[in-house]
Structures are given as structure tokens and as C-alpha cells.
T-cell receptor, first 118, second 116 residues
Framework: GAVVSQHPSRVICKSGTSVKIECRSL??????MFWYRQFPKQSLMLMAT?????????EQGVEKDKFLINHASLTLSTLTVTSAHPEDSSFYIC??????????????FGNGTRLTVT | GESVGLHLPTLSVQEGDNSIINCAYS??????FIWYKQESGKGPQFIID?????DKRQGQRVTVLLNKTVKHLSLQIAATQPGDSAVYFC???????????????FGKGTTLSVSS
């Protein structure tokens, strides 16, 4: 149980275009999902908290107009990288946990999306 | 077995050895901790967690130790196998971070390499 699916797994786009990444909780409902970013050989950095039916909460230094998050339902959150540039190339990973979130329960992660901007 | 006193980015062990991976955290308010395993090109996979009212928790071949006094967490893997080769991250959170669902903050990873 508690499977998080992310799509696509890899995407290559040209500079200036936008890319949408989907994150779905397959067997549970998630009021809250989280988006992380990971550069090669580095740790996961929290980008934003995605809340179903309300605005996302962004971490300091993350541009909300560049990384658009939409949590349209209890099983789907999307991250759109707008006007992508080569420096946006990274591994984007979403996560979620079942229920309305006892904070002390583990997050389940998708398998990530490798974004390459040329 | 191999022991790491401070955080090191890499740890190399022989198959069958015990491995110890260390992690230091800075937020004294953190009260929930998780170890994740990440294989190349994949998302993190849950290994074991521990709450701050405990100092030790055991799973299958893995043990997590928590020392709140020095804000230190360790993961012990018994009889390490080649399939254990991966990057290991500790993660922490606190109730103050947010209410509804709490994001985890990840520490620096340790790359475990197991040779047979």
C-alpha cells in the first residue's frame, strides 16, 4: 500500500518551454503532498507543500511563479516548471502520506522525474 | 563491522559486515526521524523510523539509534548485502513545522558500497 506514482519519469525540453509533472497517490488520499528537488550527489531539498483545494506553501528561495503547483484532488498534485532554463535541470520528487497527516508518520515518495532543459 | 563516528559521504564495506551510518541534526525541536534508502534514479524508500520518546528501534536487519543529547542519529545494518548498496538519508521533522502534514527535512546522504 501507500504507492505514489510520478509521471513522466524523464523529460527533455527546450529552454523557454514549460513542463508539467504529475504526482498521484494510487491507493490512498492525500490532503497534502510535498515536492522536492535533488541535484546530482546532493540531498533532497523541499520546494513546496501542496495542499488540496488551497494554495501551495513555498519554501524560502523557491519562486512560486516559476514552479506552479496545483493540487486539484486528493490523489493528484501537479508541478509545472514554467519557462524552463538549463539551471532548472534536476531530479524532481513528490511525496505524500495517507490521511490528513499525523506528522509523525513516514512520507512515501514517487520515483522522481529527471528534467533536462537544453 | 565498519563504524563511522562523524558523517562521511561514503562508506565501503565487505559483504557480511555490519554497517553504521551516522547523521547529525540541528533542530532540537525535531521529534520524529526516518531513514531512507535511495537507489540510483529512484525516489527514497522508507527503511525505519523512530520517535523522540525512544532511543532505539529495531527492524529486520536494521537498527536506528537516537541520541537527543547530542542530536545524533545512526542506522545500523547487520550482515550487509550487495543489495544494500545505495545512498542513505536521515530525515527529521517537528510538530512546529506545519500542522496538517509535515514535510521532512533531509540530511546529507551517505553512499554505502558493499563489495562481495
Amino acid at each position: 500500500g501507500a504507492v505514489v506514482s510520478q509521471h513522466p519519469s524523464r523529460v527533455i525540453c527546450k529552454s523557454g518551454t514549460s513542463v508539467k509533472i504529475e504526482c498521484r497517490s494510487l491507493d490512498f488520499q492525500a490532503t497534502t503532498m510535498f515536492w522536492y528537488r535533488q541535484f546530482p550527489k546532493q540531498s533532497l531539498m523541499l520546494m513546496a507543500t501542496s495542499n488540496e483545494g488551497s494554495k501551495a506553501t513555498y519554501e524560502q528561495g523557491v519562486e512560486k511563479d516559476k514552479f506552479l503547483i496545483n493540487h486539484a484532488s486528493l490523489t493528484l498534485s501537479t508541478l509545472t516548471v514554467t519557462s524552463a532554463h538549463p539551471e532548472d535541470s534536476s531530479f524532481y520528487i513528490c511525496s505524500a502520506k495517507p490521511g490528513t497527516g499525523l506528522y509523525n508518520s513516514p512520507l512515501h515518495f514517487g520515483n522522481g522525474t529527471r528534467l533536462t532543459v537544453t | 563491522g565498519e563504524s563511522v563516528g562523524l558523517h562521511l559521504p561514503t562508506l565501503s564495506v565487505q559483504e557480511g559486515d555490519n554497517s553504521i551510518i551516522n547523521c547529525a541534526y540541528s533542530n532540537s525541536a525535531s521529534d520524529y526521524f526516518i531513514w531512507y534508502k535511495q537507489e540510483s534514479g529512484k525516489g527514497p524508500q522508507f527503511i525505519i523510523d523512530i520517535r523522540s520518546n525512544m532511543d532505539k528501534r529495531q527492524g529486520q536487519r536494521v537498527t536506528v539509534l537516537l541520541n537527543k543529547t547530542v542530536k545524533h542519529l545512526s542506522l545500523q545494518i547487520a550482515a550487509t548485502q550487495p543489495g544494500d548498496s545505495a545512498v542513505y538519508f536521515c530525515a527529521e521533522t517537528s510538530p512546529a513545522r506545519n500542522q496538517a502534514g509535515t514535510a521532512l527535512i533531509f540530511g546529507k546522504g551517505t553512499t554505502l558500497s558493499v563489495s562481495s
